[in-house]
């Protein structure tokens, strides 16, 4: 991306993501409008469906979505894999279907595991399903913009009972019978303005079409009594359950120079072994909606970091980035390089780096009773 192109986008992603006071800049003045334009054709669309104008299509089974209302990092890839391994536990068969964002696959549709084998690459199926792909076993992984037709294709092909909609609250083209949304507990608006002024993707009011709402990043851990929920959120949702969890990393190795199949990584740090590789030098590199949350978490994990490379949200590494990469990190001295596993999904079907590259994960924990949440769901999916 040009240098000035790339500057531009940065001061917009600054805008979308300031808090506090309200910038006067004319820069924020011109995406406020925008986002005022934005926000009018997203309600009408929403009347449209509502009002039935546009009628969603319907599969012969559960349908489950988990998406959001802001635009990335609240946790939707763990959250679907979490939902996917708890609707199996039930007894259910199960398959998740995803958009496939920037996948090659994502207009053909297709099947990117069979619960089994990875039968797309990160480049066909996109970064997030591949990734979903990768840790789910049993679990077959559909891909598609057309999600009706990939239900359609599970059902035939896997028997399927229950569909889990990665990223799709705002898909309204399918009726689902669970509608998850997911809040950051932190900042669950952002500053409240809309895409591009903000980072809304629609009005808040459309919380009110969600059947279950979860808040993300709790700042309490599993087993402990749920944080209080931010203030004036029940007032969007008042009959709407509110559940809370919790983000906690865990960490895998991948040796320079061994091919490692992305659903075959056995080097998972134990608890009480993590301590043997935190304070090494690392160089970290990461293509996610909030780079600065990743850098916080290496130092939080108690890495000493060298520096970082940031890259935008769905960052496709070439060869030459991955070389750079590794020659500038052996250079400032790093043990290693250390990404997130999203980003490792990327790389993974690429030759190995010469340079060993430590993972950092993410899995879901509720707060509290973690029960009350899985029997909310098994109540929305009998017959």
Excluded: W
């Amino acid at each position: 991306m040009p240098i000035r192109m790339l500057s531009i986008k940065k001061k917009i992603e600054s805008v979308m993501r300031s808090q506090g006071a309200i910038s006067v800049s004319r820069l924020a003045s011109l995406l406020f409008v925008i986002s005022a334009l934005y926000g009018t054709a997203q309600k009408l669309r929403a009347n449209c469906y509502r009002q039935n104008i546009l009628r969603p299509q319907k599969l012969p089974c559960k349908v489950i979505s988990v998406g959001n209302i802001t635009v990335g990092g609240t946790g939707k890839t763990p959250m679907t894999i979490y939902v996917a391994q708890k609707v199996r536990q039930l007894g259910a068969r199960v398959a998740v279907i995803s958009r496939g964002y920037k996948g090659g696959a994502a207009n053909s549709g297709g099947v990117v595991s069979d619960g089994r084998n990875l039968l797309m690459d990160p480049e066909q199926a996109g970064d997030e399903p591949f990734l979903i792909a990768g840790r789910l076993e049993n679990i077959p992984v559909i891909v598609g913009k057309n999600r009706f037709a990939a239900g359609m294709l599970a059902i035939r092909k896997f028997q399927s009972e229950v569909i889990v909609l990665d990223d799709a609250f705002q898909h309204l083209k399918l009726r689902r019978d669970i509608d998850i949304v997911l809040l950051d507990y932190t900042r669950p608006f952002g500053n409240t303005h809309l895409l591009p002024r903000g980072i809304l993707r629609e009005p808040v009011t459309a919380l009110r079409r969600a059947t279950a709402c979860i808040l993300t990043r709790s700042p309490t851990g599993p087993g402990e009594a749920a944080a209080t929920t931010p203030a004036g959120l029940k007032a969007h949702m008042p009959d709407i359950p509110i559940f809370t969890s919790s983000h906690h990393p865990y960490m895998y190795t991948v040796k320079s120079a061994i091919p490692t199949p992305f659903n075959a990584i056995s080097h998972f740090i134990k608890p009480h072994d993590s301590d043997q590789i935190k304070y090494k030098k690392v160089y970290g590199f990461s293509g996610i909606a909030r780079n600065d949350d990743f850098q916080r978490t290496v130092a939080t994990l108690g890495f000493n970091p060298m520096g970082f490379f940031e890259f935008s949200d769905h960052h496709k590494y070439s060869r030459d980035d991955l070389k750079k990469m590794v020659r500038i990190a052996q250079a400032a001295g790093a043990d290693c390089l250390i990404t997130t596993e999203k980003d490792h999904a990327r790389i993974a079907h690429q030759k190995p780096l010469s340079m060993d590259l430590v993972v950092v994960g993410v899995r879901i924990e509720f707060c509290g009773n973690g029960q009350d949440f899985i029997s909310f769901v098994q109540s929305r999916l009998r017959p």
